[in-house]
């Protein structure tokens, strides 16, 4: 079955440092990848996606690039802010009986220290 | 404007009671969906509906009973709560039949006493 593994957490960072949270996925189609960010108190938003293979998704300075010949789908950010502190969720969206179904990785928690 | 609200945001409650947590989507998605999440921020999906019939249900107990009255709205029901379901509930919706990504409410704190 689908599946998706992300390093573990937590990531502690200072300020201005560069960021990566791997995530690597298993799938038997082709499915659509995507990072979601969840803040303190907060439900999970979306961060970026891509759909196909060599897609990058980008927002507010994070980047990810699908590699299907990897399998993978890391976060990256140039310069991490204080404000970035969350946990981070990479996922998966495949279609399957009923429609399309997510999974989520378990999630890694980033601290980013002033 | 909100998008995807749930009610109540906490709930502290004692042991064997029964309780409801509401949620409604306006953004015009025809599927819904509860997830629990753990101390460890663990995600796990419980249910999906699509245009008011469930399509997913996970290894759940069955004192979770999810309802849906129409697209906009799935309600969950918990009966004889015990210490184990502490944990934050999120509600969630999309286009169920494209691969358009889940938009989420901002979580049901539950506290068992």
């Known amino acids: 079955g689908n599946s998706v593994t992300q390093m573990e957490g937590p990531v502690t960072l200072s300020e201005e440092a560069f960021l990566t949270i791997n995530c690597t996925y298993t799938a038997t189609g082709y499915p659509s990848l995507f990072w979601y960010v969840q803040y303190p108190g907060e439900g999970l938003q979306l961060l970026l996606k891509a759909t196909k293979a060599d897609d990058k998704g980008s927002n507010k300075g994070f980047e990810a690039t699908y590699r299907k010949e990897t399998t993978s789908f890391h976060l990256e950010k140039g310069s991490v802010q204080v404000s970035d502190s969350a946990v981070y969720f990479c996922?998966?969206?495949?279609?399957?009986?009923?429609?399309?179904?997510?999974?989520f990785g378990a999630g890694t928690r980033l601290f980013v220290k002033a | 404007d909100t998008a995807v609200s749930q009610t109540p945001k906490y709930l502290v409650t004692q042991m064997g009671n029964d309780k409801s947590i509401k949620c409604e989507q306006n953004l015009g998605h025809d599927t819904m969906y509860w997830y629990k999440q753990d101390s460890k921020k663990f995600l796990k999906i419980m249910f999906s509906?699509?245009?008011?019939?469930?399509?997913i249900n996970e290894t759940v107990p069955n004192r979770f009973s999810p309802k849906s009255p129409d697209k906009a709205h799935l309600n969950l029901h918990i009966n004889s709560l015990e210490l184990g379901d502490s944990a934050v509930y999120f509600c969630?919706?999309?286009?169920?039949?494209?691969?358009?990504?889940?938009?989420f409410g901002d979580g049901t704190r539950l506290s068992i006493l």
């Open positions: 969630a919706s999309s286009h169920g039949s494209t691969n358009q990504p889940q938009h």
């Open positions: 996922a998966l969206s495949d279609q399957g009986t009923g429609g399309f179904k997510t999974i």
């Open positions: 509906y699509n245009n008011k019939e469930l399509i």
